[in-house]
């Protein structure tokens, strides 16, 4: 099993383009989020799927959209890059059921906007 | 009101002891876990530890055990014989029954001097 991949690894935007970060996991989980980690700092949930087509938003949502695209895949957009979104990207899964589940991560995109 | 306090943002411990992490935690949820993640200089989130809200004895995983004090919503992580491996920032989350969202404290910076 690969776990959780996510791609790219790293990017570079200039403000204003737009981009999509990809994640999947190969672990048939039920749940899966996106956070963010700026410099120093803890993660911060930007959204996350319960389940295969629902989304919801966390602490931190502005600027970003996301599509539970199928059980395996949860992709970020943002839509209009901005400086304050460098930050390095993160995406988990978790399967249905006990609390006592930990969260699967993948490797991080680390994301700069100039 | 922060979910997830971590009140140390760096320590420093000397190899070959034990040190402690500090974490308190805000929730009106009875039923609720707490995890411990480490992030070495390389990225990865890795999962240490985790204590559920209606376990009755202090988890232990290996040189990792858990101070769970619930009348003080504190959930220290011990970590014994400290190695230069263990050098990495160190998170303390929480995930609530109710909702299916985790949340992190901000982290502690662990430095094992040689």
């Known amino acids: 099993n690969a776990g959780v991949t996510q791609t790219p690894k790293f990017q570079v935007l200039k403000t204003g383009q737009s981009m999509t970060l990809q994640c999947a996991q190969d672990?048939?989980?039920?749940?899966m989020y996106w956070y963010r980690q700026d410099p120093g700092m803890g993660l911060r949930l930007i959204y996350y799927?319960?389940?295969?087509?629902?989304?919801d938003k966390g602490e931190v949502p502005n600027g970003y959209n996301v599509s539970r695209l199928n059980k395996r895949e949860f992709s970020l957009r943002l839509e209009s890059a901005a400086p304050s979104q460098t930050s390095v990207y993160f995406c988990?899964?978790?399967?249905?059921?006990?609390?006592?589940?930990?969260?699967?991560f993948g490797p991080g995109t680390r994301l700069t906007v100039t | 009101a922060q979910k997830i306090t971590q009140t140390q943002p760096g320590m420093f411990v000397q190899e070959k002891e034990a040190v402690t992490l500090d974490c308190t935690y805000d929730?009106?949820?009875?039923?609720?876990?707490l995890f411990w993640y480490k992030q070495p200089s390389s990225g990865e989130m890795i999962f240490l530890i985790y204590?559920?809200?209606?376990?009755?004895q202090n988890a232990t995983e290996g040189r990792y055990s858990l101070n769970f004090q619930k009348a003080r919503k504190s959930a220290n992580l011990v970590i014994s014989a400290s190695q230069l491996g263990d050098s990495a920032m160190y998170f303390c989350?929480?995930?609530?029954?109710?909702?299916?969202?985790?949340?992190f404290g901000s982290g502690t910076k662990l430095n094992v001097k040689p």
């Open positions: 799927s319960a389940s295969e087509g629902t989304t």
């Open positions: 988990a899964s978790i399967p249905a059921g006990q609390i006592t589940y930990e969260q699967y």
């Open positions: 672990m048939n989980h039920n749940s």
């Open positions: 929730t009106s949820d009875p039923s609720y876990g």
């Open positions: 989350a929480m995930r609530e029954n109710n909702f299916n969202k985790f949340y």
């Open positions: 204590q559920g809200s209606y376990d009755q």
